[in-house]
């Protein structure tokens, strides 16, 4: 059985219009206009068990939607919608059992009273019983160092201790499933880090499928093996990180700092055959490398000849790679 | 399943002690209006010591009564449930698995049992010590009453329900809270009983859900009933619990869905 599949999916919201000044202000009273958007656009998502997906898109891309789709939060408009093998917004008592949710901007502990009876709580929820609960329970507090505060009420925790008991919180039923909505907004690096660990280990170790959506592309980067793209709605890319750098990254650069004037048709002479391009004069050159070429092709054919005082290897952030996507737009993916 | 919803009831008693001011304050206003009342009625039957068939002392036990099961049936669920739909925390009650209102329901029973064993049942001991009260001593009559009462916090519990789910299609409903818990105060019998009321209004009255919340649990108490009319209440108080589903379960799948989760 797939974690997610969906065929189709659809979300259309209807958003009510105003018109502007006074008497559009009188007339909305008594008729009021409407306009429909689609949020997500039919969109077809299978998520095998055991991945971990990141979801990215920019703001209002339709991210949270389709996250709230998935979790039955919300009823899709259209298409078909599997999740752990249920209609997550028709049988959501059911299926609510199956998933782990963490919303990165809101809390789902009980704000007034202490992480304990917030977790007793949650035990009774979830129907868990027994020695495995307990073990299970214990383990989360020592891998999450939760342990010093929960005794005190989640409206005296900080962020990052907050977090750790949302995840500790959320995976106390042990999911199959785990939805993470931004889980490191406002983290400090270490916090993060340590989050990052503690949800690859569940990955390894439960064989929990995770499904994260996050503007920090270093979430993305140090933990999926896959990436989804939304853009207006619309996927864009769909597959793993390694793919979508060598698919939008324009390749590695090559900055050289060479001992003397050299002239660029000496290096282009050097490196003939081989798929760079030269750019700079005098003692300062830039090498484009293009698909294939490796930086020791390069330099195994010039230091021979030239004297190179310092070089330096470039490459394409995740982030650079996004950010010309979101640029650019869906046009060329 | 049950034992998940006694969790609930204790949760809510944690966090009312975690509150304890709160607590404290309604005490105080609790304490003010039976004496507001007490003396304004008293005013009214002046040299009387029966006005339109009822003693002064039934008056009087009935504006104690009344009042104290208020501090039982009341509670604040309109307000939470429109909180909860503007600042879109519904979405995450959604991905537990229970049924949102029952929940809410629940939470103000374990608001109301917390009023009532700590405030309630002190105060009227407090209360008939003061004031020239007269409670009934025979178990039929509390037995009655009891029953009355827990209807009593049903029906206002899911007219509550009806209010906040409001929200969903009014985003600001404040208003209409306020509106709904001064015209529930009125025509409940809380404020003036509804035998006190122009016949032609008593009727209609009748016909309204209103009465089971306040009016009825209070006069059993205070006044007493004949066993047939006691059944009667009672049935009418059943009735409206099982009907004010009915709009309550329509609103919340229409309201599902067309649930747009504020702020993203």
Same mark, same amino acid.
């Given at each position: 059985?797939?974690?997610?599949?969906?065929?189709?999916?659809?979300?259309?919201?209807?958003?009510?219009?105003?018109?502007?000044?006074?008497?559009?202000?009188?007339? %909305?009273?008594?008729?009021?206009?409407?306009?429909?958007?689609?949020?997500?656009?039919?969109?077809?998502?299978?998520?095998?068990?055991?991945?971990?997906?990141?979801?990215?898109?920019?703001?209002?891309?339709?991210?949270?939607?389709?996250?709230?789709?998935?979790?039955?939060?919300?009823?899709?408009?259209?298409?078909?919608?599997?999740?752990?093998?249920?209609?997550?917004?028709?049988?959501?008592?059911?299926?609510?059992?199956?998933?782990?949710?963490?919303?990165?901007?809101?809390?789902?502990?009980?704000? %007034?009273?202490?992480?304990?009876?917030?977790?007793?709580?949650?035990?009774?929820?979830?129907?868990?019983?027994?020695?495995?609960?307990?073990?299970?329970?214990?383990?989360?507090?020592?891998?999450?160092?939760?342990?010093?505060?929960?005794?005190?009420?989640?409206?005296?925790?900080?962020?990052?201790?907050?977090?750790?008991?949302?995840?500790?919180?959320?995976?106390?039923?042990?999911?199959?499933?785990?939805?993470?909505?931004?889980?490191?907004?406002?983290? %400090?690096?270490?916090?993060?880090?340590?989050?990052?660990?503690?949800?690859?280990?569940?990955?390894?170790?439960?064989?929990?499928?995770?499904?994260?959506?996050?503007?920090?592309?270093?979430?993305?980067?140090?933990?999926?093996?896959?990436?989804?793209?939304?853009?207006?709605?619309?996927?864009?890319?769909?597959?793993?990180?390694?793919?979508?750098?060598?698919?939008?990254?324009?390749?590695?650069?090559?900055?050289?700092?060479?001992?003397?004037?050299?002239?660029?048709?000496?290096?282009?002479?050097?490196?003939?055959?081989?798929?760079?391009?030269?750019?700079?004069?005098?003692?300062?050159?830039?090498?484009?490398?293009?698909?294939?070429?490796?930086?020791?092709?390069?330099?195994?054919?010039?230091?021979?000849?030239?004297?190179?005082?310092?070089?330096?290897?470039?490459?394409?952030?995740?982030? %650079?790679?996004?950010?010309?996507?979101?640029?650019?737009?869906?046009?060329?993916? | 399943?049950?034992?998940?919803?006694?969790?609930?009831?204790?949760?809510?008693?944690?966090?009312?002690?975690?509150?304890?001011?709160?607590?404290?304050?309604?005490?105080?206003?609790?304490?003010?209006?039976?004496?507001?009342?007490?003396?304004?009625?008293?005013?009214?039957?002046?040299?009387?010591?029966?006005?339109?068939?009822?003693?002064?002392?039934?008056?009087?036990?009935?504006?104690?009564?009344?009042?104290?099961?208020?501090?039982?049936?009341?509670?604040?669920?309109?307000?939470?449930?429109?909180?909860?739909?503007?600042?879109?925390?519904?979405?995450?009650?959604?991905?537990?698995?229970?049924?949102?209102?029952?929940?809410?329901?629940?939470?103000?029973?374990?608001?109301?049992?917390?009023?009532?064993?700590?405030?309630?049942?002190?105060?009227?001991?407090?209360?008939?010590?003061?004031?020239?009260?007269?409670?009934?001593?025979?178990?039929?009559?509390?037995?009655?009453?009891?029953?009355?009462?827990?209807?009593?916090?049903?029906?206002?519990?899911?007219?509550?329900?009806?209010?906040?789910?409001?929200?969903?299609?009014?985003?600001?409903?404040?208003?209409?809270?306020?509106?709904?818990?001064?015209?529930?105060?009125?025509?409940?019998?809380?404020?003036?009983?509804?035998?006190?009321?122009?016949?032609?209004?008593?009727?209609?009255?009748?016909?309204?859900?209103?009465?089971?919340?306040?009016?009825?649990?209070?006069?059993?108490?205070?006044?007493?009933?004949?066993?047939?009319?006691?059944?009667?209440?009672?049935?009418?108080?059943?009735?409206?619990?099982?009907?004010?589903?009915?709009?309550?379960?329509?609103?919340?799948?229409?309201?599902?869905?067309?649930?747009?989760?504020?702020?993203?």
């Amino acid at each position: 059985m797939r974690s997610i599949e969906a065929r189709g999916l659809t979300k259309e919201f209807k958003v009510y219009q105003s018109r502007s000044g006074l008497t559009g202000a009188f007339r %909305d009273l008594f008729n009021r206009q409407y306009r429909t958007i689609r949020a997500v656009n039919g969109i077809d998502l299978t998520i095998e068990p055991g991945e971990i997906v990141g979801y990215i898109g920019e703001n209002g891309a339709g991210k949270s939607t389709t996250i709230k789709m998935l979790t039955g939060i919300l009823e899709p408009t259209g298409g078909c919608l599997r999740v752990n093998g249920y209609d997550p917004h028709r049988e959501r008592e059911e299926f609510v059992r199956t998933i782990g949710v963490v919303f990165g901007q809101r809390s789902q502990l009980w704000w %007034d009273i202490a992480v304990k009876e917030s977790f007793r709580l949650l035990k009774k929820l979830y129907r868990l019983s027994g020695e495995g609960y307990r073990q299970h329970l214990d383990r989360l507090v020592e891998v999450l160092e939760i342990g010093p505060f929960l005794d005190q009420p989640v409206r005296k925790l900080s962020l990052g201790q907050r977090m750790r008991c949302e995840l500790a919180a959320a995976l106390l039923h042990q999911p199959r499933l785990l939805f993470l909505d931004e889980p490191t907004i406002g983290l %400090d690096v270490l916090v993060k880090e340590n989050i990052r660990r503690f949800l690859k280990q569940v990955n390894a170790e439960y064989g929990t499928t995770i499904l994260l959506t996050t503007h920090d592309l270093s979430d993305i980067e140090a933990l999926c093996s896959r990436v989804v793209m939304l853009d207006k709605g619309n996927i864009i890319y769909d597959g793993d990180l390694e793919r979508l750098r060598t698919q939008w990254g324009d390749g590695r650069r090559l900055i050289l700092e060479l001992k003397e004037e050299v002239p660029s048709f000496v290096l282009n002479e050097k490196t003939r055959g081989l798929s760079v391009k030269w750019e700079g004069e005098g003692t300062r050159y830039t090498a484009r490398l293009e698909k294939g070429t490796t930086v020791s092709d390069v330099l195994s054919r010039l230091v021979p000849a030239v004297a190179v005082q310092e070089l330096k290897i470039e490459e394409a952030t995740t982030e %650079d790679i996004v950010r010309r996507i979101y640029r650019e737009g869906a046009a060329h993916a | 399943m049950l034992n998940t919803y006694l969790e609930l009831i204790r949760i809510r008693f944690l966090m009312m002690l975690a509150y304890r001011v709160n607590y404290y304050s309604g005490m105080i206003i609790y304490s003010l209006n039976i004496g507001v009342y007490y003396f304004l009625w008293m005013a009214i039957y002046g040299e009387n010591s029966t006005v339109n068939g009822t003693t002064a002392v039934q008056m009087a036990t009935y504006v104690a009564v009344a009042w104290m099961s208020r501090a039982f049936y009341f509670n604040n669920l309109d307000r939470e449930i429109a909180e909860e739909i503007r600042d879109g925390t519904v979405a995450v009650q959604l991905i537990r698995p229970y049924h949102y209102l029952l929940v809410k329901c629940f939470q103000g029973l374990g608001e109301g049992l917390f009023r009532l064993l700590l405030f309630s049942v002190p105060g009227l001991v407090i209360v008939s010590l003061v004031f020239p009260i007269h409670l009934p001593t025979d178990a039929g009559r509390w037995l009655g009453f009891v029953i009355s009462l827990i209807f009593a916090f049903v029906i206002n519990s899911q007219i509550n329900v009806l209010t906040g789910l409001m929200a969903f299609f009014i985003l600001n409903n404040t208003g209409l809270i306020r509106a709904k818990r001064v015209l529930v105060d009125l025509l409940s019998g809380l404020i003036i009983p509804i035998h006190f009321f122009p016949e032609w209004a008593g009727r209609v009255l009748s016909y309204l859900p209103f009465q089971g919340i306040s009016y009825v649990p209070s006069t059993i108490l205070s006044r007493g009933l004949p066993m047939e009319e006691l059944f009667r209440y009672l049935g009418i108080q059943l009735l409206w619990g099982i009907l004010l589903w009915i709009p309550i379960q329509l609103l919340w799948m229409t309201a599902r869905r067309r649930l747009i989760v504020q702020g993203g």
